[in-house]
């Protein structure tokens, strides 16, 4: 029997206690033979790949796939280094949209320009009427202008005010465009759901994308509900895609919040809260499948929004605010790991952690064992003694060294340099025995996993300053962070994230090794292919594929 495929004359990392070999065969999707096993086999396919190196396929396990390919089809202000080039930019996509419809803009940050916000009289006229809605690149804030927020009712919303959220005034008490947290409801109430179709175009786009950059996992972080779905539908999309073949990475969704319902009175037998069909984290196969609920516990760092113990740095009095009441969101935390969710939960702040922890540990003591790994996404401050509680409770944090690169000089301004030294820790989560996964975010930052893992071991901000320097990766720390970690955070350790006997055969063949480069050359090896499932699913100089 002829087998599929046999890669030779590598460098093949299995990121297991085998090391390293030089062959890997594969066949039906699987890996089944290395290093001598695999060139004793006859193949279809064997190709020498020339001293390149091989990793198991990247696993980022949290980034949001459709809002990500919405940036790539919605105007992208991330580039401006102005308020007028905001506007210019603006201006320059009203002259092909018709009057009266809607101009969507994403990657807006007003650390880029200045720490500003665009006026709204400037962005209306910028628009020549028509309504603008700028989502922040932080996901947890937006701007309007004068006609949006006419069509959206911020006006009238702004007298009554606003739970979890809020509508930012200026010195004369008149809206100036800026919706935070729960605030941005208000648009989205007009605006969702997003057509199936755009949403289905806007994964084929960001899965495209993945691939091209040694991606072969990614978890959406949020789908289908809250301020961050875009259509209650959203899991058809996916079903879809996948269904026409153009879902290019494995994909593991996590429903937001507030889809999970309760069903029966509280305390019958037989109450539960989930979807009304009893579904549960863990369906699915290893295409598509339904990851941990998304709870948003707090807010932002950049957005003050995170709620924190001490107060902001830069805002004396302000210790950021919860998504709603601290109990509400708790107890339903609670009946949804009861009813048979993982939990993934947003904080950022170290009193939102607390929260999490408090979580994660109440269910642990009622005996509930989740169906994968519960989890704290960000902790863009823990304080040293939370180390310890986050993993008696079973948690990790799941964390993005990226930011530390674009924002930590913000991060700075905003926290004070003690809480700096305790913010998106890498190493130290792995010294208190927790797994770890380094993520994107993306699109909140750009995702290529390489540049990813490079901010893991720098840990340098625009500016220059080493950003809590005792939480720097190795490199084998921190491909361990892409590969075997994330495997066993998303449920599926020894089954991805290494090249094993058994395992699904998805790799990423790089152009140089990792480890034999700089710490700051790392991000600029580039990616040579991409498999999934035996298949090469990018491959533009047909190292794979003939
Ligand atoms: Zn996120």
């Not at 006026?119 to 922040?136: E, M, N, Q, S, Y």
Request: proline share 5%; with cysteine; glycine share 12%.
């Amino acid at each position: 029997m002829n087998i599929d495929l046999i890669l030779r004359g590598g460098r093949i990392h299995t990121m297991s206690a085998v090391g390293t070999t030089d062959a890997v065969a594969i066949h039906d999707g699987r890996i089944i033979a290395l290093g001598e096993d695999a060139l004793r086999l006859d193949a279809r396919v064997t190709r020498d790949i020339r001293g390149k190196t091989v990793l198991p396929g990247f696993i980022d396990a949290h980034a949001h796939s459709v809002w990500f390919g919405l940036t790539l089809v919605e105007l992208d202000v991330a580039p401006a280094r102005s308020l007028d080039e905001i506007y210019a930019l603006v201006a320059e996509r009203a002259s092909d949209t018709p009057a009266g419809e809607w101009i969507v803009g994403a990657g807006f940050n007003q650390m880029s320009v200045g720490n500003r916000y665009p006026d709204p009289d400037r962005l209306t006229i910028a628009a020549g009427g028509r309504p603008v809605w700028l989502k922040h690149t932080s996901g947890h804030a937006c701007v309007l202008n004068r006609a949006a927020m006419s069509e959206t009712g911020v006006y009238e919303a702004a007298l009554r005010g606003v739970e979890g959220g809020r509508i930012v005034l200026d010195e004369r008490g008149e809206p100036t465009g800026l919706l935070e947290e729960q605030a941005m409801r208000l648009v989205q109430d007009v605006m969702l759901p997003y057509p199936l179709a755009r949403i289905e175009e806007a994964l084929e786009a960001a899965t495209a994308h993945y691939v091209s950059e040694g991606l072969t996992s990614v978890t959406d972080a949020g789908i289908g509900g809250g301020w961050i779905g875009h259509s209650p539908q959203e899991f058809s999309a996916y079903q879809n895609v996948l269904a026409r073949g153009s879902l290019r990475t494995r994909q593991q969704v996590m429903p937001e919040s507030s889809t999970l319902a309760r069903h029966g009175e509280p305390g019958a037998t037989g109450s539960f809260v989930g979807f009304n069909t009893g579904v549960r984290s863990g369906l699915g196969d290893d295409r598509l499948q339904l990851g941990p609920a998304k709870f948003f516990l707090d807010g932002s760092i950049l957005g003050a929004t995170a709620r924190m113990t001490e107060e902001y740095h830069h805002c004396a009095g302000s210790h950021g605010y919860y998504q709603g009441n601290r109990d509400d969101i708790r107890g339903h935390a609670l009946d949804a790991g009861r009813g048979g969710w993982a939990l993934a939960m947003h904080a950022v702040g170290d009193e939102a952690v607390d929260l999490a922890i408090d979580i994660a540990h109440t269910l642990r003591a009622e005996g509930i064992t989740p169906p994968m790994p519960h989890r704290v996404e960000h902790g863009g401050v823990v304080r040293p003694e939370q180390l310890t509680e986050l993993a008696e409770a079973g948690l990790t944090v799941i964390g993005q060294p990226r930011f530390l690169t674009l924002y930590g000089d913000g991060f700075r301004e905003f926290i004070g340099d003690d809480r700096a030294e305790w913010s998106f820790r890498s190493k130290s989560l792995l010294d208190a025995g927790m797994s770890l996964a380094l993520t994107s975010d993306r699109p909140v930052a750009p995702g290529a996993p390489l540049s990813v893992i490079e901010s893991s071991m720098l840990r340098r901000t625009e500016s220059g300053h080493l950003y809590g320097a005792h939480e720097r990766l190795t490199i084998d720390e921190a491909l361990a962070a892409y590969t075997t970690g994330p495997a066993k955070v998303t449920g599926w350790a020894g089954r991805k994230g290494v090249i094993a006997v058994g395992a699904l055969a998805d790799l990423a063949v790089l152009g140089a090794d990792p480890r034999d480069v700089l710490p700051e050359e790392v991000s600029d090896i580039p990616v040579a292919a991409t498999v999934l499932g035996g298949e090469a699913v990018y491959d533009p100089e047909g190292v794979i594929a003939v």
